[in-house]
């Protein structure tokens, strides 16, 4: 069982905007603004969309923008593409002792 | 452009010891601020964050995992390893070594968590 909660999968239209959740616990996401995020299309290495909750990688589109309340942070992709298909997982810090934690990862669907 | 490989045998045996290496080019492992980490995902499943090490030799490891790595630098050859004991068939998965930015770390926390360069990822089966 993974640490943090993501939704197995989510979908969308091409244009339209989506956003995947990441729920964690006062211990990770709600203490640290330390959540990443990665996109993983079949067969790739993850790649990184969004560090430290909402700033993002130079070469990222601004499409994709991070956020966090409370304990749960989100990743919102807005003007969907097809090439947006892929595995999102979110990433957190919980402390010296675990410092990362990653979610089970959401499936996205372009239809 | 920083790139990193994953290599080592694609085989291992059940409570054999997997070993994988990651060799870095195009930038120095003992680049402060930077920890060099492996991250592995079993077939079909997530991510899992196995552990990271510093150039100095400072290590972080997942409490799951603990007891059974070791990872190791070698700044004269710019590369870092992990060691996997007593694996099984649980352990098979896609391996990846990866640049981990941590920041400044204190007993208890660090300044930032991502990882921002990524080898490609090699696949370890645990089979007899």
């Known amino acids: 069982q993974s640490a943090l909660t993501q939704p197995a999968s989510v979908s969308g239209s091409p244009g339209q905007s989506i956003t995947i959740s990441c729920t964690g616990t006062s211990s990770d996401v709600g203490t640290y603004n330390l959540v990443s995020w990665y996109q993983q299309h079949p067969g790739k290495a993850p790649k990184l969309m969004v560090y430290e909750v909402s700033k993002r990688p130079s070469g990222v589109s601004n499409r994709f923008s991070g956020s966090k309340s409370g304990n749960t942070a989100s990743l919102t992709i807005s003007g969907l593409q097809a090439e947006d298909e892929a595995d999102y997982y979110c990433?957190?810090?919980?402390?010296?002792?675990?410092?990362?934690?990653f979610g089970g990862g959401t499936e996205l669907t372009v239809l | 452009q920083l790139q990193l490989q994953e290599s080592g045998p694609g085989l291992v045996k059940p409570s054999e010891t997997l070993s994988l290496t990651c060799p870095v080019s195009g930038g120095s492992i003992s680049t402060s601020s930077y920890y060099w980490g492996w991250i592995r995902q079993p077939p079909g499943k997530g991510l899992e964050w196995i552990g990271s090490?510093?150039?100095?030799?400072?290590?972080y490891y997942n409490p799951s995992l603990k007891s059974r790595v070791t990872i190791s630098v070698d700044t004269s050859k710019n590369q870092f390893s992990l060691k996997l004991t007593s694996v099984t068939a649980a352990d098979t998965a896609v391996y990846y070594c990866?640049?981990?930015?941590?920041?400044?770390?204190?007993?208890?926390?660090?300044?930032?968590?991502?990882?921002?360069?990524w080898g490609q990822g090699t696949l370890v089966t645990v089979s007899s």
């Open positions: 990866a640049r981990h930015i941590l920041g400044y770390c204190s007993s208890t926390s660090c300044t930032s968590n991502y990882f921002d360069y």
């Open positions: 090490i510093y150039y100095s030799g400072s290590t």
């Open positions: 990433c957190s810090h919980a402390g010296a002792r675990t410092p990362v934690v």
